[in-house]
């Protein structure tokens, strides 16, 4: 098994990530995890949307005490601040919660009213890129729920990749899973969910860019509507 050490080079890492992918491809998200946590210690976190806590979960079991990162935009529901207020409380996990520079009123004083509707791509930076990057500064890894099944965007998503923008490793230990294994997951562990999810959501986000998907969309359909965009740029 790789150890790391602390501040290592970005060449091992990239090379560490490469290597890893290849290797655990056809490993189960618990071995992934088992992999990250003996690899990068407390160098190493998850992220999470509060849509479900699967990935929470799963990283506890690997890790106890796993630092849970979570990006309050301040745009979002009130069921997901409330996910993530049970999941601090009943899962074994450190949940840190990330908040942009500014507050929506000053940003609505700099920027101007509902940015989401008039530059998303700008409010997305400003509200999740910017924050996001400067809290993953002191890891090394990080760990999200990106699924393969989820959008042709995310179609090839390694479980272990590097992430070029901020030069660390990203790793998606359910990359291959499908909507039935996270279902059966979270019947299986009784894992919490946004409740969103039981009222016509298939992908939880900011309230101003979310919808209820329709029948034959695929689950990401509900996310900026309308527009081109398809991402928030945290994964691209
Ligand atoms: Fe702004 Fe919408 Fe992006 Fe949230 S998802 S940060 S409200 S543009």
Same mark, same amino acid.
């Given at each position: 098994m790789t150890t790391i050490q602390a501040d290592p080079a970005t060449d091992d890492l990239k090379a560490l990530a490469e290597q890893a992918g290849r290797d655990l491809e056809d490993a189960s998200a618990p071995e992934i995890l088992q992999w990250a946590a003996k690899t990068f210690g407390k160098r190493f976190c998850v992220t999470s949307s509060?849509?479900?806590a699967v990935v929470a979960h799963l990283a506890s079991r690997a890790m106890p005490g796993v630092d849970v990162v979570f990006l309050d935009t301040g745009y979002h529901f009130p =069921? *997901?601040?409330? *996910?993530?207020? #049970?999941?601090?409380a009943v899962m074994d996990v450190n949940v840190i *919660?990330? *908040?942009?520079?500014q507050t929506v #009123?000053?940003?609505?004083? =700099?920027y101007g009213p509902k940015l989401h509707d008039r530059n998303p791509d700008l409010c997305c930076a400003l509200r999740k890129v910017k924050p996001l990057e400067e809290g993953l500064a002191k890891y090394d890894a990080w760990a999200t729920g990106?699924?393969? +099944?989820?959008s042709p965007t995310r179609a090839n998503t390694p479980v272990v990749g590097w992430d070029e923008k901020r030069q660390k490793v990203k790793i998606s230990p359910? #990359?291959?899973?499908?909507?039935?294994?996270? +279902?059966a997951y979270v019947a299986e562990h009784g894992v919490l969910t946004n409740p969103l999810l039981m009222d016509g959501y298939t992908s939880v986000g900011c309230a101003?860019?979310?919808r209820r998907v329709l029948e034959g969309e695929d689950a990401r #359909?509900?996310?900026w509507a309308g527009r081109a965009k398809t991402e928030c740029g945290l994964h691209e």
């Open positions: 509060m849509e479900d =069921e *997901t601040i409330g *996910t993530r207020d #049970a999941v601090e *919660t990330l *908040t942009p520079r #009123a000053e940003q609505d004083a =700099e990106l699924r393969r +099944d989820e359910i #990359a291959r899973w499908t909507q039935d294994d996270v +279902d101003p860019c979310t #359909a509900g996310r």
